[in-house]
């Protein structure tokens, strides 16, 4: 059997939107000054604990806390309102069809809660096809491998038959760790030299050149 594990926001849906703004709020609520937008979709795919860390080192951990928790509620309240954007790109709805009619198993490891991840697919109309859904609720966040190890556990695939699909030099190198194929695409939010540079062995520009290096692997 083949395992494609792909990364979630900037991967299978364009997101940024809706995490700006939504880490705008919660960076407000905490009384933290505003996040800079860039340095905030460079921290996507990171778990959210993770990710303030980064975006607020000189705030305390009560300030953080309060972010972290804000984000959540703001994006849960976005969710349940329909106003909360998050396209998929085009073609990965027909990419991942053909690929489950090929015979390959498919899963998503992301810096997503369970709710968010399932929401996301459910909404979308692709949950059904893939077997293995990781998320940071379960899991140290990327690039840490314990998601990708977890999917290739939960489908019962080895590391060589598995390849890890991501937009992130966090996606590449969790799957360099997990002895995994790291495939990047440079329509997310890390520039494809940082992809290569983290790990990745191709970088797809194009939905077609992204399902032939997928192909190719196998």
């Not at 998929?88 to 069809?97: K, N, P, R, T, W």
């Amino acid at each position: 059997m083949r395992l494609a594990v792909f990364d979630c926001d900037g991967t299978l849906v364009d997101g940024q939107a809706a995490i700006c703004e939504t880490m705008e709020q919660a960076f407000a609520t905490a009384g933290l000054p505003q996040p800079d937008r860039h340095s905030v979709r460079r921290m996507v795919g990171l778990s959210l604990p993770y990710a303030l860390r980064e975006l607020a080192p000189d705030a305390d951990e009560e300030q953080r806390t309060r972010a972290v928790e804000a984000y959540k509620a703001g994006y849960r309240a976005l969710r349940l309102s329909g106003a909360l954007q998050e396209p998929l790109y085009d073609g990965i709805a027909e990419l991942i069809v053909r690929l489950a009619k090929a015979g390959w198993l498919l899963g998503v490891a992301t810096g997503k809660s369970d709710r968010g991840l399932h929401a996301c697919l459910e909404t979308h109309g692709i949950k059904q096809h893939f077997v293995t859904l990781q998320t940071a609720d379960r899991h140290p966040s990327k690039p840490h491998p314990a998601m990708l190890e977890a999917a290739l556990f939960e489908a019962g695939v080895t590391p060589a038959d598995a390849v890890m699909i991501g937009d992130t030099s966090f996606d590449m190198e969790m799957a360099r760790a997990a002895r995994v194929r790291a495939i990047g695409v440079d329509w997310g939010y890390h520039e494809p030299h940082e992809l290569f540079e983290a790990g990745a062995s191709a970088v797809a520009g194009t939905m077609a050149q992204l399902e032939e290096m997928i192909l190719g692997s196998g």
